[in-house]
């Protein structure tokens, strides 16, 4: 590919829109190609706001010539705008919900690839499970597959989400923050846990996550996943499916922990 191409692809943007998915708005993050050989669909960790990650979909498109289209689906009422009128979603919710959207894709005839961020990886392995025609290749990064009991923010975040006093309250700080000036915003969410962040990220926190019923949602899908990961995951399906299957693990992520790729190395060689 030429550099002339490859300065195209750079400059084309993912765009949002807004579409119906299991009955609810949902927001979509999509860099749509013009002769798509394959769909990529990416499903975010949780919370699940797709504009934290509108720089890795346009870098993803670009890396891959601009030859697939791709989708990043937001979990229900993870957005700027609370359309589900306070309604809460568990886990299995928000899997039957991606489960609609990809009955529901536009050139079904193209392969699909999954690419999953922490909680958005078990989601992966579910509708891999469910489309086995359709999907050709996952993508698990940093998984969340099961609880890290170990992890002290795990046990923390877990007595939280089962709290619905607890989660009411930190729900109404959070939206709080997002109540003052755009700047202040920026400067308290940069401080409080964005010290890290790019400038998109920043601003995704201040427009989404700032608000009561993205953290309500965020917790109480939360609270689910503790209950839902608590035991194994399902080492027998990944050992069958190995070869569609590729992880990206962290030294520094708690919720997918270098230990977990070395326990996973002994149940692989035992099957």
């Not at 550099?3 to 993050?29: D, H, I, M, P, Q």
């Not at 700080?173 to 997002?178: H, I, M, N, R």
């Not at 010290?195 to 920043?202: E, G, I, K």
Request: proline share 4%.
């Amino acid at each position: 590919m030429d550099s002339e191409t490859l300065s195209f692809f750079k400059r084309k943007s993912a765009s949002f829109r807004n579409c119906l998915v299991s009955g609810f708005s949902t927001e979509l993050l999509e860099v749509v190609s013009e002769e798509p050989s394959l769909n990529v669909l990416f499903i975010p960790g949780n919370p699940g706001v797709v504009s934290f990650y509108k720089e890795f979909v346009e870098a993803l498109y670009e890396h891959l010539g601009g030859n697939a289209s791709i989708t990043a689906i937001g979990h229900i009422s993870h957005s700027k705008e609370d359309l589900a009128l306070g309604r809460l979603f568990s886990l299995q919710e928000q899997i039957n919900h991606k489960v609609d959207f990809i009955k529901e894709l536009q050139n079904k005839h193209l392969p699909i690839i999954l690419v999953g961020h922490s909680i958005g990886s078990y989601v992966c392995l579910d509708l891999l499970k469910r489309f086995p025609e359709q999907v050709i290749f996952v993508v698990l990064l940093y998984p969340f597959l099961t609880v890290n009991t170990s992890s002290l923010k795990q046990s923390v975040l877990a007595v939280l989400s089962r709290s619905s006093l607890l989660g009411a309250s930190i729900s109404y700080f959070w939206a709080l923050l997002g109540s003052f000036p755009t700047l202040i915003s920026r400067a308290l969410v940069r401080g409080l846990v964005g010290q890290s962040w790019s400038r998109t990220a920043v601003d995704a926190a201040c427009s989404s996550l700032l608000k009561y019923h993205t953290v309500r949602n965020a917790l109480f899908m939360a609270k689910s996943e503790f209950k839902e990961l608590a035991g194994e995951p399902d080492w027998g399906f990944m050992k069958e499916n190995v070869k569609q299957i590729t992880f990206l693990f962290g030294d520094d992520d708690h919720w997918s922990p270098l230990s977990f790729y070395e326990e996973m190395q002994n149940p692989f060689k035992k099957l």
